[in-house]
């Protein structure tokens, strides 16, 4: 199962966490490459979409693209 992340939704969770892209890389435990990679790809793994939303404090829905 690959989930697509929403750029919007992405840019106004970041916004409201009042974090840099490298500090929410830091929350998530990987690396600002990895993060940028992920966040680059059309899908990715429900464990990585986890870890960015967990880095912002939001729900993973908050931040994916819904049918």
């Known amino acids: 199962i690959k989930m697509t992340i929403d750029n919007m939704k992405f840019n106004i969770a970041l916004a409201n966490s009042g974090l840099t892209i490298g500090q929410a890389a830091e929350r998530a435990g990987i690396s600002r490459q990895r993060y940028h990679m992920i966040l680059n790809q059309?899908?990715?793994?429900?464990?990585?979409?986890?870890k960015i939303a967990r880095s912002l404090g939001v729900d993973v829905t908050e931040i994916i693209e819904s049918n």
């Not at 059309?42 to 986890?50: E, I, L, M, N, R």
């Open 42 to 50: 059309k899908s990715a793994t429900p464990v990585a979409v986890g």
